[in-house]
C-alpha cells in the first residue's frame, strides 16, 4: 500500500474530500512553445522522472516534480477519485500571458474550449495541470 495514500486516508475525516493539482507530464503547450525558440531541454523537462529546478527568486529554487495522473493516482488509492479535469489543456501557461493580450478573441476562443472540457476527465494527460478530487468513503 503507498505510503502517501496512507497518509492522506488517515488524515481525512469519514467523507472527508482531498483536492489535489498535479503538474501535468506531458504539457503539449510547453513542448511546442520551446520547441519552437530551439530549447530541446525545457520542451522535454516534463517527460523526466528527474526534478526540475523553478526559480522563485534570486537563489531560491524550488524542485518540481511532474507526475502523469496514471502515476499518481495509485498512490492514492485508498481514497476513490470523485472528479478529474483538464487544466490548461487549451489555455496555455502563463509564460503566454502577453501573447495572448495580443490577441484577446483568440484567448476568449480558447477560454471557451477549455470551459467545454471542464467537466470532463478527458485530456488531462496533455494539460499543463489536473485537477483531482477524491472522497473518502464511508466505513
Known amino acids: 500500500m503507498p505510503e502517501l495514500g496512507m497518509q492522506f486516508h488517515d488524515l481525512l475525516n469519514e467523507e472527508g474530500h482531498l483536492a489535489i493539482v498535479v503538474f501535468g507530464k506531458y504539457c503539449w503547450w510547453e513542448t511546442c512553445y520551446y520547441l519552437m525558440k530551439g530549447d530541446v531541454h525545457r520542451a522535454f523537462r516534463r517527460w523526466s522522472d528527474k526534478k526540475s529546478l523553478a526559480s522563485l527568486g534570486e ?76 472522497k473518502k468513503e464511508l466505513k
Open 59 to 134: 537563489g531560491v529554487d524550488q524542485p518540481v516534480y511532474y507526475y502523469s495522473v496514471g502515476r499518481f493516482c495509485p498512490d492514492v488509492a485508498l481514497i476513490p477519485a470523485e472528479e478529474k479535469r483538464a487544466i490548461g489543456l487549451f489555455v496555455p501557461p502563463s509564460y503566454l500571458e502577453r501573447a495572448m493580450q495580443r490577441n484577446p478573441r483568440s484567448f476568449r476562443w480558447l477560454v471557451r474550449l477549455e470551459k467545454g472540457i471542464r467537466d470532463l476527465s478527458v485530456g488531462s494527460a496533455a494539460a499543463d495541470h489536473t485537477y483531482m478530487l477524491f
